[in-house]
């Protein structure tokens, strides 16, 4: 079956450094994926996502890039800030027939530090 | 925007209690889901509907039961409740599989069964 392995937290920064959380999947095909964001005391929200390998995802200054041959999905932001202290999971749609689920990884708990 | 609404933010049960958790999505989408969000393990998928009346397991349905009576509607039913069933209940809807489109999810319900 599909599954996502994403580095474990938490994930302490300061201000203004680089942030990295590693995301690698196991699935058959050409899946889609995902990386959602979740701030303290609310739902998941959608950060971004790449249908196909080589695709590159970005928004509010976060990028990641499919990777098939090492079927990775690395999220990156350059300069992170105090606002962007949420829990992150990476995620995966399977392509084939019937596939309606995301399987998501066990999230990444990140907090930023003045 | 799309609004997924979740019926209660926290919820107390009663060991053995049937207890029934409501989610509403304003935007017709066909697919719905109900997932369980746990410390250290993410979110599991606990049953999703891909359209009005039709209902698959996801990995985790033991103890779970849900209706989709309505397309906006999705249900999650737990016929008697136990503490370990205490967690955080997220729903999310999406309009169609096959384009990948966006899940956008509640505000999650805080269920503690004592």
């Known amino acids: 079956g599909n599954s996502v392995t994403q580095m474990e937290g938490p994930v302490t920064l300061s201000e203004e450094a680089f942030l990295t959380i590693n995301c690698t999947y196991t699935a058959t095909g050409y899946p889609s994926l995902f990386w959602y964001v979740q701030y303290p005391g609310e739902g998941l929200q959608l950060l971004l996502k790449a249908t196909k390998a080589d695709d590159k995802g970005s928004n509010k200054g976060f990028e990641a890039t499919y990777r098939k041959e090492t079927t990775s999905f690395h999220l990156e932001k350059g300069s992170v800030q105090v606002s962007d202290s949420a829990v992150y999971f990476c995620?995966?749609?399977?392509?084939?027939?019937?596939?309606?689920?995301?399987?998501f990884g066990k999230g990444t708990k990140l907090s930023v530090i003045p | 925007d799309v609004k997924v609404t979740q019926s209660s933010r926290y919820l107390v049960k009663r060991t053995g209690e049937k207890v029934f958790l409501e989610c509403v999505q304003d935007?017709?989408?066909?697919?719905m889901f109900w997932y369980r969000q746990d410390p250290g393990l993410g979110l599991r998928l606990i049953y999703f509907s891909y359209d009005v009346k039709m209902k698959e397991k996801g990995d985790i349905p033991e103890g779970y039961s849900v209706s989709r009576e309505k397309k906006e509607r999705f249900s999650l039913i737990l016929e008697s409740a136990s503490t370990n069933q205490t967690s955080m209940y997220l729903c999310?809807?999406?309009?169609?599989?096959?384009?990948?489109?966006?899940?956008?999810f509640g505000q999650g319900t805080r269920l503690t069964v004592v």
């Open positions: 999310a809807s999406r309009w169609d599989a096959a384009y990948n489109t966006e899940a956008f």
């Open positions: 935007m017709d989408h066909e697919n």
């Open positions: 995620a995966l749609k399977g392509s084939g027939a019937g596939s309606y689920q995301l399987t």
